[in-house]
C-alpha cells in the first residue's frame, strides 16, 4: 500500500479496492474516480435541540461545519456530496432553513442523503430541498455506502461498505502514562468507517484487529498508524 501526501494539504492518497481516496483530516474522503465528497454524521440542527432543553450551545458550530464542507467542495472540485447519515439531529428547526440556503451556493453540485436513524424530518421537507435522497444505501461499485455498518451477511456480493454512524475514535498511549483519543477513519475487512465531520459529536473508542487499517486524525494531519 502506497500512501501520498497531497501537494499543499494535509490530506493522504490511499488506494483501495482500484480507486483513489483521498482522506482529509476535515474528516471526510474525496473519492477521486466518482468526483465526490463522503461524509457522515454532520448532525446540524443538534445545538438547537440542546438550546430547547436548556443547554447553552452556540448556533454558529453548525455554520462552521458548512463553511469546512464548502471549503472542501473548493479544494477538491467535487461534483457531488455524499452525506452517509445523520445530516439533520431529529426534529426540525431554524438550522435546516439555514441548510437549505446554504445548498443553493452550490448549485453546480449534486447533494446525496443516505438516511440514517435521525433523519427523521418529514418526506416533504427533504422533497423541496435540492437534496437527493437514498432510503437506506446507494450503491457506486465497488462500494455500497450506508449509515450503519452492514452485517456482512447482508452487503451486496462483491461490494465493501463504506458507512458512518459509530463515529469511530483509536486511542494511543505514550510514555509515562500518556493517553490521547483521536477520530479516525476505520478500514476493516468488511466494512470502513467514517468519523463524525460535525464538531458537535462524540467518539466511540473502537478496538481494531491487527489485520485493520486505521488513519487518526490529529488536528491538521491523517496519520497512518
Excluded at 158 to 170: K, S, V
Excluded at 175 to 203: M, S
Aim: charged share 20%; aromatic share 12%.
Amino acid at each position: 500500500m502506497k500512501l501520498n501526501t497531497l501537494t499543499g494539504s494535509a490530506a493522504i492518497t490511499f488506494p483501495f479496492m482500484g480507486q483513489q481516496l483521498q482522506l482529509f483530516p476535515d474528516k471526510a474522503i474525496f473519492w477521486k474516480e466518482q468526483k465526490s465528497l463522503l461524509l457522515s454524521d454532520v448532525h446540524l440542527g443538534k445545538a438547537a435541540h440542546f438550546r430547547k432543553a436548556g443547554i447553552a450551545v452556540p448556533g454558529t458550530i453548525h455554520r462552521h461545519d458548512l463553511e469546512r464542507i464548502s471549503n472542501l467542495i473548493h479544494q477538491t472540485g467535487a461534483e457531488r456530496v455524499l452525506f452517509l447519515g445523520d445530516l439533520f439531529h431529529s426534529e426540525l428547526n431554524k438550522e435546516w432553513w439555514f441548510f437549505e440556503e446554504w445548498l443553493h451556493t452550490h448549485q453546480e453540485v449534486q447533494f446525496v442523503l443516505i438516511k440514517g436513524n435521525h433523519d427523521i424530518l418529514p418526506p416533504a421537507i427533504y422533497q423541496q430541498s435540492r437534496l437527493k435522497i437514498a432510503e437506506e444505501e446507494l450503491i457506486l461499485s465497488p462500494f455500497i455506502l450506508t449509515h450503519e455498518p452492514l452485517n456482512s451477511k447482508k452487503s451486496k456480493k462483491g461490494l465493501y461498505n463504506i458507512c458512518g454512524h459509530i463515529h469511530p475514535a483509536i486511542k494511543l498511549r505514550g510514555g509515562a502514562f500518556q493517553q490521547l483519543r483521536l477520530p479516525c477513519f476505520y478500514f476493516g475487512l468488511h466494512y470502513a468507517l467514517l468519523p463524525a465531520f460535525g464538531k458537535f459529536t462524540g467518539f466511540y473508542q473502537i478496538k481494531p484487529k491487527k489485520e485493520d487499517i486505521i488513519f487518526a486524525i490529529a488536528e491538521d494531519r491523517v496519520l497512518h498508524l
